[in-house]
């Protein structure tokens, strides 16, 4: 008995002594730029040879602002670019593929300082995400489709300011989730002219109030202005 009520005042006291750490008016950014290519070439017994190649781009990019002490509003906006070729030779036919996503979001932190520089944090976030896709058969458009994705997403974590600069985060992503998919596609003749027409629509919620894995949790840096 004696341990645990030593322990809840020890808690209370750390809880207490955990004062805001940032000030109104603060800003920070955070974001992530990737690049990727690769190439395989494969020949065969017979003299016909395969070229496979693909490349990708992404950025990720955010600024956010402490609006009080313990509340933070960001918005950001994300980019992802893919290109795949496919070349199976002189007797095959030349395949290609080229996707763009493109978004942005906007979030909001609650803040509950722990001890001192460590908080635990409750983000929820909003986003809009537009994708289209065009499919080619040598060289001409087979195939496209485009769409978009509204989505809400809810998460907890652990933010550790490792120095006046520089802010550790460590989320929960997905804790909530909910989404809603819209999209249009369209095959094309060999002429060029539509064929056919689809369209598609979907809706998610996802929870992991009950249990998480560890693929949910993320891990960030952030730059504090001045």
């Known amino acids: 008995m004696k341990k645990t009520v030593s322990f809840l005042l020890f808690a209370c006291v750390g809880f207490g002594s955990a004062s805001a750490q940032f000030s109104a008016g603060k800003k920070m950014i955070g974001g992530q730029i990737s690049f990727s290519t690769s190439r395989a070439d494969q ?17 990720n990019l955010s600024l956010s602002k402490f609006t009080s002490a313990s509340r933070v509003f960001g918005m950001g906006i994300q ?15 030349l395949q290609e593929v080229k996707n763009n996503n ?5 979030e909001v932190t609650r803040l509950h300082p722990i001890v001192k520089k460590l908080s635990l944090a409750f983000t929820g976030t909003a986003g809009f995400l537009y994708t289209s896709s065009t499919n080619y058969l040598n060289d001409v458009r087979s195939s496209d489709s485009k769409g978009y994705d509204i989505n809400i997403n809810g998460g907890m974590g652990l933010w ?3 120095s006046n600069r520089f802010l550790l985060t460590c989320n929960v992503n997905n804790l909530l989730s909910v989404g809603y998919y819209h999209g249009r596609s369209n095959a094309y003749s060999a002429n060029g002219t539509v064929a056919s027409q689809g369209t598609g629509s979907g809706f998610n919620l ?5 249990s ?15």
């Not at 020949?43 to 950025?59: D, L, Q, R, W």
């Not at 493109?102 to 906007?106: M, R, S």
């Not at 998480?212 to 001045?226: M, T």
Request: avoid cysteine; proline fraction near 5%; charge should be positive.
């Open 160 to 162: 550790y300011e490792l």
């Open 79 to 93: 980019y992802q670019y893919t290109d795949y070729r496919y070349n199976p030779g002189a007797s095959g036919t």
């Open 206 to 210: 996802t929870t992991g109030l009950n």
């Open 43 to 59: 020949t065969p017994a017979i003299p016909v040879s395969s070229i496979t190649k693909s490349n990708s781009f992404g950025a």
């Open 102 to 106: 493109t978004g942005i979001y906007a």
């Open 212 to 226: 998480f894995s560890l693929g949910n949790i993320g891990f960030g840096v952030r730059y504090l202005l001045r």
